[in-house]
């Protein structure tokens, strides 16, 4: 695999892992013990750390990489292997 693929690649993945990461450990203004402002949406976060959520997201887009290009190295999940309706002579290598 070509590193500029390999790079493209490791960008999808961190795109789809900010999807992953977002959700968890926000707090909103009310959980937080605030007052919410004129206008505030009441699921909004009390704080945003812009900083905090690129590292965790870093780390979970790391980790699946290293499993895709893994997987891509050893061949443990192949199409063949995925073969739900018994099709394997549509699919050449």
Request: aromatic fraction near 16%; glycine fraction near 8%; charged fraction near 15%.
């Amino acid at each position: 695999m070509r590193w500029t693929s390999a790079l493209a690649i490791y960008i999808l993945f961190w795109s789809l892992s900010v999807f992953l990461v977002l959700p968890f450990g926000v707090r909103t203004t009310r959980e937080a013990g605030g007052d919410l402002v004129p206008g505030q949406a009441e699921s909004a976060p009390h704080e945003f750390h812009a900083g905090r959520i690129a590292w965790r997201v870093t780390i979970v887009a790391t980790i699946l990489f290293v499993l895709f290009l893994l997987n891509y190295t050893y061949g443990w999940v192949t199409p063949q292997s995925v073969d739900l309706f018994g099709r394997k002579s549509m699919i050449t290598r």
